[in-house]
């Protein structure tokens, strides 16, 4: 197996060291080592290291949807992005509501060789929310599911999510909620504010995101269970979900790039390429976001890579598809968000993107398969090297996603993935797959 | 507004009133014996509708009919639409077509602008009414009925004119059209609904709310009544028919507060004795009849201006509407034809 010496680069953001990768860890950390025989030497002057990235939230879209991804192109666009480990989505047709499905798609990530697939199990049969599926199967079988999610569909009966959070304490399970009332967002288009009222759109309000999360953080604290909130987007669910952490439950938050950076201002040109769901929010939202992001209250970055074909989006808003492409941009919205903004240091992207993606989907054990470990000897070599001084307008025909519904086509972004290592194996290498 | 009319947002007041004014010299035209102008004459107009909309889509025929230009009438059923053909493909047919100008009706909000946007056509888009979103030329022949009435004359806007706007605002595409044409035109407008059927949002609005209809008619100039769909009822908007009436329809003991200047208005169709008593509908202070008449005048002249009524040579076709004529010579420069077959393959 090739080895590396990566020279000059800075872990975390700290001092330049070097790093050696042999035998899928990393086998030496230091000032000034020398080249060993058979060692590919990686120049990373100015370079900033972190553990592999870990995304909590990808469709990969495979089984069913091979038009807008597959398990090979979605990681492949992983890697390019700086991950080592994602985790697809359920909602593929079929569903991956039963062990056949997850282990499909977990052996169809083991053979893409480009980052971990860690299969999301569906919390009901068919995503329907009537009936739990097999929740312990999913667990027992080779894909070990442990994180279970009906996302793109909220888990909205009472009943249903209060069972789900009791049964999986069996094996250590999380529910992770797609929090959207559906009464309340019957038809809904985009945020439903200023914007909506003037465009005409129907809208979608905070409210139907907020009763949810409110009702799940009650429920896990009665039953004591793990309750993680998928793609959090608004300022009023980051105040409860703040609150549910001083009671001390145990839940857990994501937020996706795109909350970060985009407002429903956007939507004024009625490009679907701005259509996703939750929809972009207001100004506000997005700093009480960024600021929740920053003190913890929100535990990690997740992609919701959501891939579609272009004729999904070529069209009017209203029969356009949900959702935007993040895998390949997530790293640099991160840094233009809350590096460069001051908020965050390259360490505490390393814990919303790698340490604790990884710790609430219990991927993060010790030993050769761990992720969101940290950066040091004898740990599996996951890393990913990045450039913080790039700065380039975003080219989505160099994608290596199947789709190109990307809202930053154009737009200048700082930060580009230099490298990416899977377990000491190189699969970018100069910004280009391996 | 240059070269398309997709919201009443983009026109200014210059804007506003070229149209206003053009519309009274088409209007002249509908009184002769031969209602014809040769202006569009070799021009392509596409009526796409994919909602039915028999007034409207007849509405912009009659206007594109009385300005020669040939009038091609897509309308969403019975053709490819139906069978799953979208809007993308639509357009790039009508531009293999060679369409000069498309008048849209679609139920999504937005599908014009996306037109107007896209390269999948070229030539001008008119809004002829897109989801809950605008209705322009329905708040343009709106404007110029309340101008004929409340400040007649050319070059004339509706400052401080109080106008009240009763009824479904959230689902009207109609109302907001309205709101920003009247208060670019300098008219003070009221929006009269109850709270569940007034759009969120609506303080940024550049108008006032009230849900007392009664508190407001005494100082109306105009009164606008919406229609109010039944099946909102079912959606929980209000509780029932009868209610809506009681509080919110307009029957004659209301309309006996209205300032006896004031005129009844509807855009269409009406639910009579829902939102209106039939004898205020047919009674000598409504409109509603001659809004269908200044409706034709008023999609002559926007048809006009957007497609031929400027003075060649033009440096670009997006010059037209405010590049235009002169306001008061718009007919006398009218020209069947003013810009190249280069210019529309762009």
């Not at chain 2, 209809?213 to 100082?219: E, F, G, I, M, S």
Request: glycine share 8%.
């Amino acid at each position: 197996m090739t080895s590396y010496l990566i020279k000059n680069a800075r872990v975390l953001g700290g001092e330049p060291q070097d790093l050696r990768l042999k035998d899928g860890v990393i086998a030496e950390i230091g000032a000034g080592l020398a080249a060993a025989d058979g060692d590919t030497v990686v120049q990373a002057e100015g370079l900033i290291a972190l553990p592999g990235l870990v995304d909590l939230h990808t469709h990969l879209r495979e089984p069913g949807r091979e038009d807008a991804e597959t398990v090979l192109t979605g990681t492949r666009a992983a890697a390019r992005g700086g991950f080592t480990a994602v985790h697809a989505m359920a909602n593929t047709f079929p569903v991956a509501d039963t062990a056949g499905v997850v282990e499909q798609v977990w052996r169809l990530g083991r053979e893409s060789g480009y980052c971990d697939v860690q299969p999301v199990g569906a919390v009901t049969i068919g995503l329907e929310g009537k009936q739990l599926a097999e929740l312990g199967t999913m667990a027992d079988s080779a894909a070990s599911v442990r994180v279970f999610s009906d996302d793109g569909k909220c888990v909205d009966d009472a009943v249903i999510m209060r069972r789900a959070l009791e049964y999986v304490k069996a094996f250590g399970g999380v529910i992770a909620q797609h929090a959207q009332e559906p009464r309340l967002t019957e038809g809904a288009q985009m945020n439903e504010g200023t914007v909506s009222g003037e465009l005409g759109l129907r809208g979608w309000p905070a409210v139907a995101e907020e009763s949810i999360i409110a009702r799940d953080v009650l429920l896990a604290a009665h039953v004591g269970s793990r309750l993680h909130v998928c793609h959090v987007s608004t300022a009023g669910s980051v105040e409860i979900i703040r609150w549910a952490k001083s009671k001390g439950w145990d839940v857990t938050a994501e937020v996706t790039p795109h909350h970060l950076l985009l407002t429903d201002e956007l939507v004024r040109s009625y490009d679907p390429v701005y259509k996703v769901n939750p929809p972009l929010r207001t100004e506000a939202d997005v700093l009480a976001l960024r600021e929740a992001l920053a003190d913890g209250t929100i535990d990690a970055v997740a992609t919701d890579h959501a891939p579609h074909p272009s004729e999904d989006k070529d069209c009017e808003w209203a029969a356009a598809a949900m959702g935007m492409v993040g895998l390949e941009t997530a790293l640099s919205v991160v840094q233009q968000t809350m590096v460069d903004t001051g908020l965050m240091g390259w360490a505490d992207v390393a814990q919303r993107m790698s340490h604790r993606p990884a710790a609430i989907s219990g991927i993060n054990q010790a030993g050769p398969t761990g992720q969101g470990r940290p950066v040091s000897v004898d740990e599996p070599a996951n890393l990913v090297l990045v450039d913080p001084a790039y700065r380039g307008a975003v080219n989505p025909d160099s994608f290596a996603t199947r789709s190109r519904n990307t809202p930053y086509r154009g737009r200048d972004l700082p930060g580009r993935v230099v490298a990416t290592f899977l377990r000491g194996r190189a699969t970018v290498l100069d910004g280009e797959l391996v | 507004m240059k070269r398309h009319l997709i919201s009443t947002a983009d026109l200014d007041l210059d804007d506003a009133l070229l149209i206003l004014d053009t519309a009274e010299e088409m209007a002249q035209v509908s009184t002769r014996a031969v209602k014809k102008l040769p202006t569009l004459r070799g021009r392509t107009v596409v009526n796409l509708f994919f909602e039915d909309s028999t007034r409207t889509r007849t509405s912009f025929e009659v206007a594109e009919k009385r300005l020669s230009a040939d009038v091609i009438n897509f309308s969403a059923k019975g053709s490819s639409v139906s069978k799953g053909e979208t809007l993308k493909d639509t357009a790039l047919t009508l531009q293999a077509m060679g369409a000069d100008a498309v008048v849209i009706r679609h139920g999504a909000s937005g599908a014009p602008k996306r037109l107007a946007e896209s390269d999948w056509l070229h030539g001008s888009v008119v809004n002829a009414g897109d989801g809950t979103h605008e209705h322009p030329t329905q708040a343009l022949l709106d404007a110029f009925t309340m101008r004929r009435h409340l400040n007649p004359g050319l070059g004339r806007d509706l400052d401080g004119r109080r106008i009240t706007i009763v009824g479904d605002v959230l689902h009207s595409r109609v109302a907001r059209s309205n709101v920003r044409l009247l208060h670019t035109l300098g008219a003070e407008v009221t929006l009269v609904a109850p709270p569940t059927l007034v759009p969120y949002g609506v303080e940024s609005w550049p108008c006032a709310v009230s849900y007392d209809l009664d508190a407001v008619l005494p100082k109306s100039d105009a009164v606008m009544m919406l229609r109010v769909q039944r099946e909102r009822m079912n959606a929980a908007f209000f509780p029932t028919q009868r209610e809506y009436s009681l509080r919110y329809g307009l029957d004659a003991k209301r309309a006996a507060a209205l300032p006896e200047h004031a005129i009844v208005m509807h855009p269409g169709p009406m639910v009579r004795g829902m939102e209106i008593a039939s004898e205020i509908a047919d009674s000598a202070r409504s409109t509603i009849v001659e809004q269908v008449t200044n409706g034709v005048s008023i999609r002559m002249a926007v048809l006009y201006l957007l497609l031929g009524g400027s003075e060649p040579p033009l440096p670009s076709p997006a010059a037209t509407l405010a590049g235009g004529a002169s306001r008061h010579t718009a007919l006398s420069t009218a020209r069947p034809e003013s810009r190249t077959t280069e210019e529309h393959s762009k």
